[in-house]
Every structure is written in C-alpha cells, then in structure tokens.
C-alpha cells in the first residue's frame, strides 16, 4: 500500500508488506509487530525520540494517538485474517498497552497480581480494538477505557470472590466505594456511615453491608494466623474439646442394638438407665413383679451382649 503518515516524532508509518520497505522507514518484526527501519519496536522509537522536556508525558501521550489513529487507518483497508490485518492490529495493542496498565491501576487494593489485571484488560483492549469505528469522530481512548475496565470488573465479580455476594449488594458497594472517595477527598477525612448514607440516599444498614461485602473477595482459613497480633489461629482460639466426643461410637452401638429388644424389654432399659427408676418403681410402671423386672434386665443384657460384635 502506499499511503504514509507522519506522527509528528520524524516516523513515517506505511501500509508496507509484511517483509517491510526501507524506503517507508517500517516493516513488521517475526512476531508480527510494528517496527522501524533498524528493525526496533514502533513504540520504543516513538518514545526515544521524543524531547526530553517537561511536557513528555502529554508528547508521548499525543504521539501515541497519532500512531493510533494512522494504525485504524490502515486496519480499516485491510482484509481480516491476512498477515498484513494481524501486523497492524498487533500493532494497535502494543501501542494501547499504557492505557491498560492506567486502568489496570485503579484496582491496585484488590490484593491481585497486577500482571493477572493487565492481562485481563489487554482482552478488552483487543475487544475494543475490534468495535471500533474511526468514522465515527470518537477518540480511541474514550471508547476502549470503559470496555478495558468493564472486562477487570467482570472478571473480580466473576473469578475473583470465593464468598458469593448478592449482585444489587455488590453494585451498591461500587456506588459505596466511589462516594467514600468522593467524600475523603472533600473533606480531608474519611467519611462517616452517615455522610455515606446521606449521600447515597440509602440506610447506614445499606452502607455497613456494602463495606462487609467488599471484604469477601476470599474466605480465610480458621487455621491460619491472625496477622499483627501474634495470636494463634481462629480456630485454636474457639474451638474446645467435646467431653461427650469420646463416648458418641459406644452410644451409637447401644442405639444400633436396643432396636433389636422387644419393645417392652426397649422399655424396661429406659427407664431403669435413662430415667434412673429402680427395680420396684419400674415394676410398678409395669405392673409386674419385682423378679421379673430382674429377669427380663438380665434377659436384655444376654442378647445386648451376643449382638455386640465388638466384644465376640
């Protein structure tokens, strides 16, 4: 192709072939970006030569739009699919990649590698990089920074969280978040429930659950050590020891073998060892004798003890 650009840093971008054209000061490197004539990344010569002056940042800033918008343009000739597409559309990525890491920032308190964050958002990078429409009159950065931060708040509701939190709480903690910093920064101090609440227009109870919830992105282990108070872990310091713990196989066997008695001998065991009757008081609940309350006792005891197989 023989359209050419200047981005204003004595870089002249061309729709060359993949193998590249000294004359048009670009070409493509193994990997398919953009580079320049000593065979370096577009981006990296874009940079060195900029001034070393106090207004670098908006230099480098205004450079970077150039190259995009020269990039779109050539992207929008371009067949999908054919090396030369894939060459500039590599291009446009690498060349947006501080917009990434700028949006990626704001999510620094999440307690994420950054590297995971960035590496989300490059995919909402690439999807904004595909919608686009340069016809429309809109800057490149306007319309892919909420698509970038959208796919990194996507992936903290979806993948993040071990502890499940209802979507209207969280959304309302989004909402909780940005009034807290709004606040702080008016006021010199961190905002009260109440200002919080006010300025929201929701319940202090509202408020309270957002800020619980925005601590469940990951449950903690009861074992673990409680960090800066040198104390053991959670579960050490509340868990105790069951003095019934002990007897719960022998009193699942009893229960195993006293379903096997007739009901009346079932009976006759309750009353004497649960309800701790004597011989003559369970006779007279029975209306029998004495003895045979004795005999039908030891009656139970014979066929508890051939049942036990524990003890055979």
């Given amino acids: 192709m023989g359209t050419s650009a200047d981005t204003g840093t004595g870089i002249r971008i061309s729709g060359a072939s993949t193998g590249g054209d000294a004359s048009t ?21 874009l940079t060195e030569t900029a001034p070393e002056t106090p207004a670098r940042p908006q230099s480098r800033a205004a450079d ?10 050539e992207l929008k000739g371009l067949e999908p699919g054919t090396p030369e597409h894939s060459r500039v559309r590599g291009a446009l990525i690498e060349a947006n990649l501080p917009l990434v ?9 999440r307690n994420e590698p950054m590297e995971d964050v960035v590496q989300v958002g490059t995919i909402g990078l690439i999807n904004a990089i595909d919608r686009f429409d340069p016809d429309r009159g809109v800057q490149f950065p306007t319309f892919a ?13 979806d993948n ?3 502890v499940h939190v209802p979507r ?34 929701i319940g202090e109870d509202e408020v309270l659950a957002c800020i619980e919830a925005g601590r469940s992105y990951h449950a903690t282990s009861l074992e673990a050590a409680q960090e800066g108070d040198g104390l053991p872990g959670l579960l050490d310091r509340l868990g105790y020891e069951d003095p019934a713990l002990v007897g719960v196989e022998h009193r699942d066997l009893v229960r195993h073998l006293l379903v096997q008695l007739p009901e ?49």
């Fill in 145 to 157: 920074m909420p698509t970038v931060v959208g796919e990194i708040k996507r992936y903290f509701r």
């Fill in 64 to 73: 970077t739009r150039a190259l995009t918008q020269v990039l779109f343009g």
């Fill in 160 to 162: 993040v969280r071990t």
């Fill in 264 to 312: 009346r001998e079932q009976r006759i065991l309750v009353l004497r060892y649960y309800s701790n009757l004597t011989q003559s008081q369970i006779s007279q609940e029975l209306g029998v004798s004495q003895m045979h309350v004795s005999r039908l006792l030891a009656r139970s005891f014979a066929r508890l003890r051939s049942a036990n197989r524990i003890e055979a």
């Fill in 101 to 109: 890491r700028y949006a990626a920032a704001r999510f620094r308190s």
């Fill in 168 to 201: 209207r709480l969280h959304e309302l903690w989004v909402q909780v978040t940005g009034a807290t910093e709004d606040l702080t920064t008016a006021n010199g101090r961190t905002p009260t429930t109440a200002e919080i609440a006010e300025r929201l227009k």
């Fill in 25 to 45: 000061g670009t070409a493509a490197d193994s990997t398919g970006s953009a580079v320049d004539s000593s065979g370096r990344p577009l981006t990296e010569t």
